[in-house]
């Protein structure tokens, strides 16, 4: 147990390398600016991240929070331009605006949960078509083109992005809130440790007891109320939303999941990995932005690389296992 | 001359021998058992038989001659064949395809008919009714098993390695198999026989040998060692009675259902169990006990009335069970007890983490309770914080029975005791479940075992075809009796219900 296990500390030491790597590239790469605009922008995916490592830990996926949060920001941007004429420009219209994101999302998640736990779809197919429905739903509201919020509610709205305390902005700080809560609640509370065992083997979880159903709804549940929270930090960024907001999230999203570590079919989580393979692909980004090394355009195939490289590590640590 | 010979074999894993020098002989027309307690090197011999494993030292001699087999593909090219006790079957493949798995008939294009033809016929001679067009999903555990000797049959074996064989086979099944192993003895298949139960070793085994922890102890012809012997053998001491001494229920029920029924698997069962009695259900396999039980304890929606202690309950699911002081331990320890890939600590606990802290899981508790069951149970774990896929048949079982335990019931349902664990650990276990009826809990216990069914209860309970068909008591309780009943065959013992 006490020996270095890769396993486990492997990203962290991938992470360790980056941030290296990143100084000694560029010198501009450790400056306080960049790194708030790296852990800014890791926010929403890490956010959504986080509520993702439960739906996978306990056997499931979800493919729809890109298109989710696409539609959240969508609806979010109609709710607070519909209630500017009435409440008037202040904090108000924007309390309901972000209501309207966290209620939206949590609804979101439990259509995707109904749907998965009791007309027993694979949750692949459901969100494989959440996804669809809520990408093209949010097109069809902007008609093809961009929502956008009223300047001066955009302006009202912007330092819920770009504020914050000194130089760490609320979104790394709700970021920072929710890791640890995600983390503790996986390690300590009886959810978590119920989620780790339906994905482990969810006849056994039924056998002791758990409501899987209902722990299962929980996790969709908990992933689109993320979401919405990540809506809501992402919206007043640039306080508009189309046919291509968060393209991608949810890829994003579940490469960072299993490069921190936790099993693609379930049975172990690990909240803190996915936090260190959040900020592993939002590095990659930022250093291939920053130095000329590599274009930029590779990005893509170095991310991918890098996740086929994780489940390779952690096979070969299952199989030391067994001898 | 023997076919297939281990001399002098040894095997170390690592630092830790697990055979020591080893003989054993496979001779042409001779069912051979071998038998040992769990962890007495069964396997890890069985494993090098097949060419799974190779010996540390000593030699395979094959025909005479030394061999070292590549692979157990290359051990079945020799006419070697392994029966493992966890099937290799693809279950969405139909019997003909599974048959001829890896050695399909046909070129590019695949002889359909031929193979299902050839599947047929084998099928026919073990004299089952099974199709080979259905998929290996749909079908019981018996006929899967069944599927197996079929493909090791169209392998054309000389030697049959078979591990625990009759496990899951129901009393009717355990008849062809027999069969069907005599069939081959006579045909000059030499064949190796493992198994729990000594009363089956006794019935087939031409030449016994017992194991005790690598080492071979005992080596006899038939008749030369008795059931009592073979186990006295096994774990290296005198056996006393190897049941506990029956208990004294008390007059009134703690547990009673009326009309009870399963939609489709129970039909309108009304029992009776008393405080401080263990209560044994026999019945074939499919006869609706493990559905009785888990509609008792709601894991199954059931109709009908249950009272515990004379008050009426509701159990909708495993929770409300709980509530009631009800708790069910289940016959699949590997795919419905225990979370293989987890420690031992997160396994005791599952089903009762509430009483371990409201929100915060108290870890420290959790350990303390781990450590106490660990004690009482006597669950030996190399290191408390292994897997628990680690642990041996039999510490699983203690361990399962530890977690069912934990939200300290007064009626326990346990189904298969003491399926695939050594003879020590269920001397154990039916300490235990005895200790449970003084306690005055009361027990109902489940089993295919008729010796343990017998030896282990107060009363026995029977079941055909998802009806109570009788009870027998007392000197009545024979395996006579239970058999009559369970098949259906009218006779003048056992009153009917």
């Known amino acids: 147990m006490k020996k270095f296990d890769f396993h486990i500390l492997g990203p962290l030491v991938a992470l360790i390398a980056l941030v290296i790597l990143g100084a ?20 929403f995916i890490g956010i959504i991240a986080v509520g993702m490592t439960f739906v996978i830990t306990a056997g499931g996926l979800d493919l729809s929070v890109g298109s989710m949060a696409a539609f959240l920001a969508g609806i979010t941007i109609i709710a607070m331009n519909a209630a500017l004429p009435e409440i008037g420009e202040n904090w108000g219209t924007i309390l309901i605006g972000m209501g309207v994101a966290i209620l939206g999302g949590i609804i979101a998640g439990l259509v995707n949960g109904l749907l998965i736990t009791q007309a027993r779809i ?16 949010v097109t069809w509201l902007a008609d093809g083109g961009t929502l956008s919020l009223e300047y001066g509610l955009r302006t009202l709205y912007r330092p819920v992005y770009y504020g ?42 039924r056998y002791s007891a758990i409501d899987v159903n209902r722990v299962k709804l ?57 936090v260190i393979g959040v900020l592993i692909l939002s590095l990659i980004d930022n250093i291939l932005n920053l130095a000329d090394l590599v274009s930029p355009y590779l990005n893509g195939a170095i991310q991918g690389v890098i996740i086929v490289l994780a489940v390779v590590l952690q096979r070969e640590k299952r199989t030391a296992d067994e001898r | 001359m023997s076919i297939l010979s281990l001399q002098n074999v040894s095997k170390s894993f690592g630092p830790i021998q697990v055979l020591h020098n080893v003989d054993l002989a496979l001779e042409p027309g001779e069912v051979h058992a071998l038998i040992g307690e769990n962890g007495a090197g069964k396997s890890t011999i069985m494993k090098i038989l097949g060419g799974f494993l190779d010996p540390t030292e000593g030699q395979i001699v094959l025909d005479g001659q030394p061999v070292a087999f ?25 019997v003909a395809a599974n048959v001829f798995l890896g050695r399909e008939l046909g070129g590019f294009r695949l002889k359909h008919a031929a193979m299902r033809e050839q599947t047929a016929a084998l099928l026919k001679r073990l004299n089952t009714k099974i199709s080979p067009d259905a998929k290996i999903g749909r079908l019981s555990v018996p006929d899967r098993q069944m599927v197996e000797i079929a493909k090791a049959l169209s392998r054309n074996a000389r030697v049959l390695i078979m591990d625990e064989p009759s496990a899951v086979l129901t009393h009717r099944e355990v008849g062809t198999l027999y069969e069907q192993i005599d069939r081959l003895r006579a045909e000059g298949v030499a064949i190796l026989y493992c198994s729990h139960r000594l009363d089956e070793v006794a019935h087939l085994a031409d030449r016994i040998t017992v194991l005790r922890d690598g080492r071979v102890v005992r080596q006899a012809l038939r008749g030369d ?84 202690n004379g008050k009426p309950v509701r159990i909708n699911n495993l929770r409300d069970a709980f509530s009631a002081g009800l708790a069910y331990l289940t016959e699949d320890r590997k795919e419905a007890g225990l979370l293989l890939d987890k420690g031992l600590r997160v396994n005791l606990t599952l089903a009762t983490l509430e009483k371990f802290g409201t929100w915060r899981i108290d870890s420290h508790a959790e350990d303390k309770a781990l450590a106490r069951a660990t004690q009482d149970f006597d669950i030996r774990a190399k290191d408390p914080n292994m897997l628990a896929g680690k642990l041996s048949g039999g510490n699983q079982q203690k361990l399962l029975l530890a977690k069912t335990m934990l939200p300290d019931p007064e009626i326990i349902i346990i189904d298969e005791p003491t399926r695939g664990i050594d003879v020590g650990t269920k001397r154990q276990i039916y300490a235990f479940i005895r ?10 216990v489940i089993s295919s075992e008729m010796t343990e069914v017998i030896g282990l209860s107060d009363r ?26 369970a098949m259906g065959v009218t006779s003048d013992s056992g009153k009917a219900a």
């Open chain 1, 24 to 43: 000694l590239l560029n010198s501009a790469f450790l400056a306080p600016a960049n790194i708030t605009n790296v852990l800014a922008r890791s926010a």
């Open chain 1, 122 to 137: 694979e949750p692949f197919i459901v969100t494989l078509g959440t996804m669809g429905i809520f990408r093209s739903l």
């Open chain 1, 164 to 205: 914050g305390i000194g130089w760490i902005t609320w979104p790394i700080i709700v970021f920072a809130i929710i890791a640890v809560l995600g983390e503790w609640t996986m390690r300590h509370s009886r959810f978590g440790r119920h989620v780790e065992a339906i994905g482990s083997n969810d006849r056994v979880a």
């Open chain 1, 218 to 274: 929980l996790t969709y549940l908990l992933l689109g109320l993320l979401v919405g929270l990540a809506t809501v930090l992402y919206v007043p960024r640039l306080g508009s939303a189309s046919g291509s907001t968060g393209v991608l999230w949810e890829l994003e999203a579940i490469a960072a999941v299993i490069i921190g570590g936790t099993a693609l079919k379930g049975g172990r989580g690990r909240v803190w990995g996915t």
């Open chain 2, 70 to 94: 590549a692979s157990g593909p290359d051990a079945e090219a020799q006419g070697i064949v392994v029966i493992h006790q966890e099937f290799n079957l693809a279950s969405d493949l139909t």
């Open chain 2, 225 to 308: 060692l008795t059931e009592d012997g073979m186990a006295t053998a096994m774990v290296g001491r005198e056996l006393e009675d190897f049941y506990p001494p029956k208990g004294n229920p008390a007059p009134e029920a703690a547990l009673s259902a009326s009309g009870l029924a399963v939609p489709g698997r129970v039909h309108d069962v009304s029992l009776q169990l008393r405080k401080g009695e263990v209560l044994g259900i026999a019945g074939l396999v499919g006869s609706g006990r493990t559905e009785l039980a888990e509609g008792l304890v709601g894991l199954r929606s059931s109709t009908g009335e249950i009272r515990v």
């Open chain 2, 435 to 444: 200790k449970l009826a003084a306690e005055g809990r009361s027990v109902i």
């Open chain 2, 460 to 485: 026995v309970l029977v079941m055909r075809e998802g009806r109570l068909v009788g009870e027998v008591e007392g000197d009545a309780m024979t395996e006579d009796n239970i058999v009559r009943l």
